[in-house]
């Protein structure tokens, strides 16, 4: 019987964080017990819970029966103090900038559709969180990378960002704390930034932030703040500072100092309006979470940042392994410095899930030309973990550096 061919635009999809767990799956059938360093979900890891109070906020909605639609931007309440939330970040937003979304995902997709035409470019960092190159070319734009300094703290490259500005570029994206690499750009960057784009009256920076509570440099300063002349869409939620990423909520945030946006914002609001709503239990509890006691959060992002600190020992010691001190997010981005595997970190990847049963993504997922050579690794897992896993990976490594230099390669 002939197949029915699904769409170009689907077999184009890559989203390699999750592609790897496909082997991971099938070791763990076969009754191996791997270790995930893989995916940046805090709840897959001991002792980072979602906070009791927003859950029960959560419980409770579902059994008062709250359980129908919201309207299509959000609950009210919800939008105001998400507004205020922004506010205390250092610019004036309002309820009616803010719009709920099922997780900062689907406010991505939305902001493409509402702002993307055949042959429009969207400028990202490389490497990059996978789903920035995945979906602009859905909308028949092309995602070009502009460059983080691998050998500076994965800082941006100014120079490569100008060379790359032209006015079919619409978007520009800034991940800041960074994923894969962790990085932050602090005020001093933000501004240089900001007066680059500024030269470019299309282009809509994407300041995706949903990091920014797990700062650990103290530089993290939010874009829309700086920003008095260039259009800013705040993207952060429920995910990954409020340890909720199941719940799947997120927003966006307009920031138009120039009234630049009247004409997106109808677009952006159109599409909302057709996809109905978020969900509003989940809605409910993320108001508790803004709304309550947030002196949790720093307990958390000190145990995040204590695990990251093995990770630096570990690696400062391990031959075959470098890395950028990652200021922000969970996550690093290992450098790995032997031959047989600086060109190929796929086969790393997968080796070491095979023989060493440990789990982490292949950096040529993050970008094909900025990411190769690298891993990413998530360093939520409880110390003693993240010790076995190191153990594991430098017993790889030694194993491999004798068997390619007995055979010169293999
Ligand atoms: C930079 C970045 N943006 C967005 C997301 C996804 O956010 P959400 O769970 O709100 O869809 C992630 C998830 O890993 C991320 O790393």
Same mark, same amino acid.
């Not at 689907?106 to 055949?118: M, N, P």
């Not at 969207?122 to 734009?141: D, K, R």
């Not at 932050?184 to 920076?205: F, Y």
């Not at 190769?372 to 017993?395: C, M, Q, S, W, Y």
């Given at each position: 019987?002939? &197949?029915?061919?699904?769409?170009?635009?689907?077999?184009?999809?890559?989203?390699?964080?999750?592609?790897?767990?496909?082997?991971?799956?099938?070791?763990?059938?076969?009754?191996?017990?791997?270790?995930?360093?893989?995916?940046?979900?805090?709840?897959?890891?001991?002792?980072?819970?979602?906070?009791?109070?927003?859950?029960?906020?959560?419980?409770?909605?579902?059994?008062?029966?709250?359980?129908?639609?919201?309207?299509?931007?959000?609950?009210?309440?919800?939008?105001?103090?998400?507004?205020?939330?922004?506010?205390?970040?250092?610019?004036?937003?309002?309820?009616?900038?803010?719009?709920?979304?099922?997780?900062?995902?689907?406010?991505?997709?939305?902001?493409?559709?509402?702002?993307?035409?055949?042959?429009?470019?969207?400028?990202?960092?490389?490497?990059?969180?996978?789903?920035?190159?995945?979906?602009?070319?859905?909308?028949?734009?092309?995602?070009?990378?502009? &460059?983080?300094?691998?050998?500076?703290?994965?800082?941006?490259? !100014?120079?490569?960002?100008?060379?790359?500005?032209?006015?079919?570029?619409?978007? !520009?994206?800034?991940?800041?704390?960074?994923?894969?690499?962790?990085?932050?750009?602090?005020?001093?960057?933000?501004?240089?930034? /900001?007066?680059?784009?500024?030269?470019?009256?299309?282009?809509?920076?994407?300041?995706? &932030?949903?990091?920014?509570?797990?700062?650990?440099?103290?530089?993290?300063?939010?874009?829309?703040? /700086?920003?008095?002349?260039?259009?800013?869409?705040?993207?952060?939620?429920?995910?990954?500072?409020?340890?909720?990423?199941?719940?799947?909520?997120?927003?966006?945030?307009?920031?138009?100092?120039?009234?630049?946006?009247?004409?997106?914002?109808?677009?952006?609001?159109?599409?909302?309006?057709?996809?109905?709503?978020?969900?509003?239990?989940?809605?409910?509890?993320?108001?508790?979470?803004?709304?309550?006691?947030?002196?949790?959060?720093?307990?958390?992002?000190?145990?995040?940042?204590?695990?990251?600190?093995?990770?630096?020992?570990?690696?400062?010691?391990?031959?075959?392994?470098?890395?950028?001190?990652?200021?922000?997010? !969970?996550?690093?981005?290992?450098?790995?410095?032997?031959?047989?595997?600086?060109?190929?970190?796929?086969?790393?990847?997968?080796?070491?899930?095979?023989?060493?049963?440990?789990?982490?993504?292949?950096?040529?997922? !993050?970008?094909?030309?900025?990411?190769?050579?690298?891993?990413?690794?998530?360093?939520?897992?409880?110390?003693?973990?993240?010790?076995?896993?190191?153990?594991?990976?430098?017993?790889?490594?030694?194993?491999?550096?004798?068997?390619?230099?007995?055979?010169?390669?293999?």
């Amino acid at each position: 019987m002939a &197949e029915i061919p699904s769409s170009k635009r689907a077999s184009n999809i890559e989203y390699a964080i999750r592609d790897v767990v496909v082997p991971a799956t099938e070791l763990e059938s076969q009754g191996h017990s791997i270790i995930k360093l893989n995916i940046g979900d805090p709840i897959a890891y001991p002792g980072l819970p979602t906070p009791s109070h927003m859950v029960d906020a959560f419980s409770k909605a579902l059994s008062e029966g709250r359980n129908g639609y919201s309207p299509s931007y959000g609950l009210p309440e919800l939008r105001t103090a998400i507004a205020q939330d922004e506010t205390r970040k250092g610019w004036n937003a309002q309820p009616k900038d803010v719009y709920v979304c099922h997780g900062v995902t689907e406010a991505l997709q939305i902001v493409f559709q509402a702002t993307l035409e055949e042959g429009h470019q969207v400028l990202a960092p490389g490497p990059h969180y996978p789903p920035y190159m995945a979906y602009p070319q859905m909308y028949g734009a092309e995602t070009i990378e502009y &460059e983080l300094k691998s050998n500076d703290g994965w800082t941006l490259n !100014f120079e490569d960002i100008e060379s790359k500005m032209n006015d079919d570029v619409r978007l !520009f994206v800034l991940i800041n704390p960074n994923n894969p690499t962790g990085s932050v750009a602090g005020s001093s960057d933000i501004d240089r930034l /900001l007066s680059i784009l500024e030269k470019w009256p299309n282009c809509i920076l994407i300041a995706d &932030e949903i990091y920014d509570g797990l700062d650990f440099s103290g530089r993290h300063v939010s874009a829309a703040s /700086l920003s008095h002349t260039v259009p800013v869409l705040t993207m952060n939620g429920v995910s990954k500072v409020y340890y909720a990423p199941g719940w799947r909520i997120g927003y966006m945030a307009i920031h138009d100092p120039i009234l630049s946006l009247v004409s997106v914002r109808d677009g952006l609001e159109r599409i909302l309006r057709s996809r109905l709503c978020a969900s509003t239990p989940a809605q409910i509890g993320f108001l508790a979470g803004l709304e309550q006691d947030r002196s949790w959060m720093k307990q958390y992002s000190e145990t995040v940042k204590e695990r990251r600190d093995v990770c630096l020992s570990r690696i400062a010691e391990i031959e075959g392994l470098e890395v950028q001190n990652p200021e922000g997010a !969970f996550y690093m981005f290992v450098k790995l410095t032997d031959e047989r595997w600086s060109n190929d970190d796929k086969a790393f990847v997968l080796q070491l899930l095979h023989e060493q049963h440990v789990l982490v993504v292949h950096g040529s997922g !993050f970008s094909s030309e900025k990411g190769k050579g690298h891993f990413r690794l998530v360093f939520l897992p409880d110390v003693e973990t993240l010790n076995i896993a190191f153990d594991r990976i430098d017993t790889f490594l030694q194993k491999h550096r004798i068997l390619y230099t007995k055979t010169a390669k293999y």
